[in-house]
DNA sequence: ACATACTAGTTTGTATTACAGACTTGTTTG
DNA sequence: CAAACAAGTCTGTAATACAAACTAGTATGT
């Protein structure tokens, strides 16, 4: 085998550290707002913005734009998908440091 | 804290995933040849070789070149700083996709 | 009324870097 | 002498993370 199998590519979407961040957060918390990503990832909001534009382009996250009297607010939140993907990639991540045993086909 | 301390920065060394791979690799088999390398992680030579280069350079891999008869053979091998560096990025990484619990300190 | 600050972004520029492919050197084999 | 292999180095490209500057609308302070 020239592409061995067990090297299934990890979800470089979600490998990123700063939207592993982001997707660990979103698991745990299942909605979270701008300010409080801004503040809990410690990234710039140029940053933060455009990581969370790429989850929402892969599906991975929904974000909602809502107004708090006439301030906007910023709601984000993981679809189905993209829990999907986070367990997925965890998973795939799990077996590839905990190897099951050695010497295997 | 604006940076929070649960975020500690992951080994990017390590954590590029071609770079896992020969890690992961070189944990489990404690020794292996560039030939074997390069089939089990379906890199090319010129990729392998960098990756390797930088591992070397931060200490985790030790490359030793010997000769079987007249042709050259790569042997590789972590160092302890390296098989040290890899349980430490694989606690963090751990710790950071199974959260503990909610409600943390 | 004006300046400042905040929320939530977009745009721009830079610097890194992974990756493939070409090239190199030395050796063995036909 | 040609071809192929081992183990690289070098080069060029394309992607991309990141910070900082800028935008726009609202609220607040004086």
Same mark, same amino acid.
């Given at each position: 085998?020239?592409?061995?199998?067990?090297?299934? %590519?990890? %979800? +470089?979407?979600?490998h990123?550290?700063?939207?592993?961040?982001?997707?660990?957060?979103?698991?745990?918390?299942?909605?979270?707002?701008?300010?409080?990503? *801004?503040?809990?990832?410690?990234?710039?909001?140029?940053?933060?913005?455009?990581? *969370?534009?790429? *989850?929402?382009?892969?599906?991975?996250?929904?974000?909602?734009?809502?107004?708090?009297?006439?301030?906007?607010?910023t709601?984000?939140?993981?679809? /189905?998908?993209? +829990?999907?993907?986070?367990?997925?990639?965890?998973? +795939?991540?799990? +077996?590839?440091?905990? /190897? /099951?045993?050695?010497?295997?086909?």
């Open positions: 085998m020239t592409t061995p199998s067990r090297w299934q %590519d990890l %979800d +470089r979407l979600i990123e550290p700063a939207r592993l961040m982001i997707v660990t957060l979103l698991y745990a918390v299942e909605e979270a707002d701008f300010l409080y990503l *801004l503040h809990e990832t410690g990234l710039t909001k140029g940053n933060l913005s455009t990581h *969370l534009s790429k *989850l929402e382009e892969a599906g991975y996250v929904r974000i909602t734009k809502t107004f708090r009297g006439k301030i906007p607010r709601l984000v939140a993981l679809t /189905p998908e993209g +829990r999907q993907a986070f367990e997925t990639y965890r998973q +795939r991540l799990s +077996r590839l440091i905990h /190897p /099951p045993a050695e010497g295997e086909t």
